[in-house]
Structure formats: structure tokens, C-alpha cells
């Protein structure tokens, strides 16, 4: 069993920064893909971005690509959102999620976070 814990969420201008940091709980961290997806109120739960276990390929959504960088510390146990310029459109729940998805942009993931709260004020 993995329990993620994010944090870093918080409210920011639009064209500031945040960081969030979601941390697992074991140490098999790094047999995980790890993702992030953000939830708007009324909206379906949208992919963020991915890296993989192996090799730490990345993957983005258009929407946020150039802006926001995914990163994994497998040391610490903890994957990383850096979010850049961002937008009102950013605002959204953040969570985080572990697993061995087929697809490593669909909601299919094991784990997930209770998610932390982004809210960008133009």
C-alpha cells in the first residue's frame, strides 16, 4: 500500500510560481510511474503531466507544456510539479498519483493523494 501526501498548493497572481511536492510513503517509489492530474470545480479530473519509473521520460498537457516541469527525487520518495506563468485556468484541486497505467495519460493509476488546492487570482 502507497499513500502520497501533496503539499505546495496555495494562492498565487497570475504570472507567479508554485511548487508542489507529493511524498509517498515506501520505499518502492521507484517501481511507480507518477502523474499529476488537476480537478476544476464542475470539471472531470484532467491529466497534467507524467514521468515514467524508468528512464524518467516526461509527458505533458498541451495546456501547461513549456510552463510547468515534473521531477522525481526516488531518494526522496517524492515527485515535484514546478508550475511557471501561471494562469487563472491553472486554478484546480492538484493530486498526485502512483501506478503501472497502461496509458500513462488516463486516470488509471493506483494511488492517488487527497490533493492540494491551486488558486490563481488574475
Known amino acids: 500500500q502507497v499513500q502520497l501526501g501533496e503539499s505546495g498548493g496555495g494562492l498565487v497572481q497570475a504570472g507567479g510560481s508554485l511548487r508542489l511536492s507529493c511524498a509517498a510513503s515506501?520505499?518502492?517509489?521507484?517501481?511507480?510511474?507518477m502523474a499529476w492530474f488537476r480537478q476544476a470545480p464542475g470539471k472531470e479530473r484532467d491529466f497534467v503531466a507524467a514521468?515514467?519509473?524508468?528512464?524518467?521520460?516526461?509527458y505533458y498537457a498541451d495546456s501547461v507544456k513549456g510552463r510547468f516541469t515534473i521531477s522525481r527525487d526516488n531518494a526522496k520518495n517524492t515527485v515535484y510539479l514546478q508550475m511557471n506563468s501561471l494562469k487563472p485556468e491553472d486554478t484546480a484541486v492538484y493530486f498526485c498519483a502512483a501506478g503501472s497505467p497502461t496509458y500513462i495519460r488516463n486516470p488509471f493509476y493506483d494511488y492517488w493523494g487527497q490533493g492540494t488546492q491551486v488558486t490563481v487570482s488574475s
Open positions: 515506501n520505499d518502492i517509489f521507484s517501481h511507480y510511474d
Open positions: 514521468i515514467t519509473r524508468s528512464e524518467w521520460r516526461t
